[in-house]
């Protein structure tokens, strides 16, 4: 069993920056691939971004590449996403999750263990 928390959201201006936090605790967080994920109302969740166990290998969304920066310290049990460049269509509440195995996937039925989300809100 992992237990995961987010962190870091809030109410930003169009253009600006947040950096959330994903904080595990339970078993081995390092064995563990990571991902962000977001649902906005009345959306399905979608895929953000992943990292390997190793942190050496990532991917994200088409639409958040270069804007977004998925980053993890195994020596603090803690994944991260810099969000750089914000729009108002990033508005959602943030999900992290950790899969089963070590590779990184974009398949959210890959993922099993979820955080309780936190929420980004992105002004005009």
């Known amino acids: 069993q992992v237990q995961l928390v987010e962190s870091g959201g809030g109410l930003v201006q169009a253009g600006g920056s947040l950096r959330l936090s994903c904080a595990a605790s339970g078993r081995t967080f390092s064995n563990y691939a990571m991902g962000w994920f977001r649902q906005a109302p009345g959306k399905e969740r979608e895929f953000v971004a992943a990292?390997?166990?190793?942190?050496?290998?990532?991917d994200y969304t088409d639409s958040m590449k270069g804007r977004f920066t998925i980053s993890r310290d195994n020596a603090k049990n803690t994944a991260y996403l810099q969000m750089n460049s914000l729009k108002p269509e990033d508005t959602a509440t943030y999900y992290c999750?950790?899969?089963?195995?070590?590779?990184?996937?974009?398949?959210?039925?890959?993922?099993?263990?979820w955080g309780q989300g936190t929420q980004v809100t992105v002004s005009s």
């Open positions: 990292i390997t166990w190793s942190g050496l290998s990532s």
């Open positions: 999750a950790t899969t089963k195995g070590r590779w990184l996937s974009i398949r959210i039925s890959e993922y099993v263990y």
